[in-house]
């Protein structure tokens, strides 16, 4: 198992390093001065000339794409144009909330989304199957902003039950305020989740339909064992094994929504915040996000595959 | 594949290629020929854009802000005046421009790498699965807008870089499906024969996985078209032409979708019905590729 558990950590590392150059190379290979990109447009050119030496631009791209790494490694994301900070620290602040959106909302999938795939599963062909295909085809076919906006416009302007934005009312406390944030998270978690549980619903289908088939679940129907339990606890328990990799594939994907929802519902989280870069053209900000979202990605990716390995002991002997 | 064997064999009709077959079973299944139907009715409304409607031009009309649905303006005007009818005919080019050519960029790097890495073992073949790993972990869209905002928005940049980021699918599929036919008794025939790698791979393989990458070009197209609204939405459209997503950033940034409805709704419909035809006829394709799913 600690074998396992450093070489999937050294994964975790690579793929850190690719992402890293991946962005040096967009940033550095495109027409145009790369100075222009990622520093201040305002700046005089005395401390312009300043910067491009502090930050090795004028040296070749092997060494400065070592500095950069090393620029990285001592967590230094450079400052942000309309912040006037380091850019760690902006999304530092924002990051929390991104999390809290995602991590409700992987909970609140696999809450509604595994059971819904055991069902369909299990009624294979019938009407009720039917029914719950057409709904993950529908996740996968709509325009997230859309959904964003129509729940906005009947859960929050027609019918006011939730707030229309942001993720908190300032000034509010206490346990008060643990009611408005979650007030705040209903439809941005709701979004989401309806986009992203066509995942769980179609893999846990799949898996279901191809467990109920196998030999133990036959013995475990002919020993008597009631339906219910042959289905809820003998097949599941099997077919939720690789639906938890589904979790660890779902996150990456999961961040594009969470920007678009995030740009809807004015949530102060790193999505909004990349949204708003976009329009002030602020390069470092873009950068770090992507760069700190990629980071928990692959963190979170690393824990669900030891959930995975504690859950399945074949994956331990290989 | 041994699948078209079976298919020679058990077939009934004689003289019948494996073309006809497919297309009879394809035209069996109801939901490929909907997203048939449904991604021809895109492509005429695409070529005739120009005999249907007028493109918008101007600063708009300030006497209709936000006009309603009516005769004049089937979907309705934005809160420029223009006409948003209009502007969803014509962002339909728009969008079936960026699907293709992002599908054609992911598979100039996709195939080879999918390829590649399931027929060959050696260290090539590992770095492009790693690679294909990786990009399907990564955070894409993130990606995307970094690098749409330094490339600039021209259409041509947009379908690049989604495309750019769409290849990993279809590479996984292309390696999973080169695997299974990779210990086949006619790939080891040809490489007893002589045959060289390329020859192999180009002749014996590709044909033979053909199947579920034509499935996934269809899958891939329909993503393109949602990460191509997604970007529009997010500012990063090109600014010269229509693009349904755009439509929505409008409608969000004016803050005009809460009082008309009509603004968001018909840019919404546009890309659904997109993205579920081409989905449909990728369904399509699949069971009627897939002897177990066809009905006969």
Known sequence: ?318 | METDKHKNENKNREHETLLQVFIRSFFRNKLGVIGLIGVIIIILVALLAPYIVEPVSGYGDFENILNPPSQAHPFGTDDMGLDIFSQVIWGTRTSLQVGFLTVLIALVIGVPIGLISGYFDNFLATIGMGLTDVFLTLPVLPLMIIMAAVIGSDIKNIALVIGLFSWPKLARITRASTLSVRNMEYITAAEGLGASNFKILYKHVLPNVSAPILVNMTIIIATAILSEAGLSFLGLGDPLTWSWGKILENAHQSGAFLSAWWYSLFPSLAIMFFVVSFNFIGMGIREALNPKLRQR
């Open chain 1, 1 to 318: 198992m600690t074998n396992y558990i450093i070489k999937r950590i050294i994964r975790g590392i690579i793929t850190l390093l690719i992402a890293v150059s991946v962005t040096f190379l967009i940033l550095r290979f495109m027409p145009g001065d790369p100075t222009t990109i990622m520093l201040d447009p305002r700046m005089n050119e005395a401390a312009r000339a300043r910067l491009l030496k502090e930050f090795g631009l004028d040296k070749s791209l092997i060494v400065q794409y070592f500095l950069y790494i090393r620029q990285l490694l001592k967590g230094d994301l450079g400052y942000s144009f309309i912040y006037r900070t380091p850019v760690t620290q902006v999304i530092l602040s924002r990051l929390p909330w991104t999390l809290l959106l995602m991590g409700l909302t992987q909970v609140v999938t696999m809450l509604i989304g595994i059971p819904l795939g055991v069902i369909a599963g299990y009624r294979k062909g019938t009407l009720l199957d039917h029914l719950i295909n057409a709904f993950t085809i529908f996740g996968i076919s709509v325009f997230i902003p859309w959904l964003g906006i129509t729940l906005l416009y009947f859960f929050g302007y027609r019918i006011p039950i939730f707030p229309i934005g942001g993720a908190y009312t300032p000034g509010v406390e206490g346990i008060t305020y643990l009611k408005d944030v979650f007030m705040h998270l209903v439809l941005p978690v709701l979004t989401l989740t309806l986009i992203y549980l066509a995942n769980y619903v179609l893999y846990m289908r799949a898996s279901m339909v191809d467990v109920l088939s196998e030999d133990y679940i036959r013995t475990a129907r002919s020993k008597g064992v009631t339906e219910n339990t042959v289905v809820w606890k003998h097949a599941v328990r099997n077919a939720l094994i690789p639906t938890v990799t589904m979790a660890g594939l779902l996150l990456g994907r999961m961040v594009s929504g969470a920007v678009l929802t995030e740009t809807i519902f004015s949530f102060p989280g790193v999505g909004r915040m990349i949204y708003e870069a976009v329009g002030q053209q602020d390069f470092p900000v873009l950068q770090g996000a992507f760069l700190i979202l990629a980071i928990s990605v692959i963190a979170m990716n690393i824990l669900t595959d030891l959930i995975y390995a504690y859950l399945d002991p074949r994956v331990q002997l290989n």
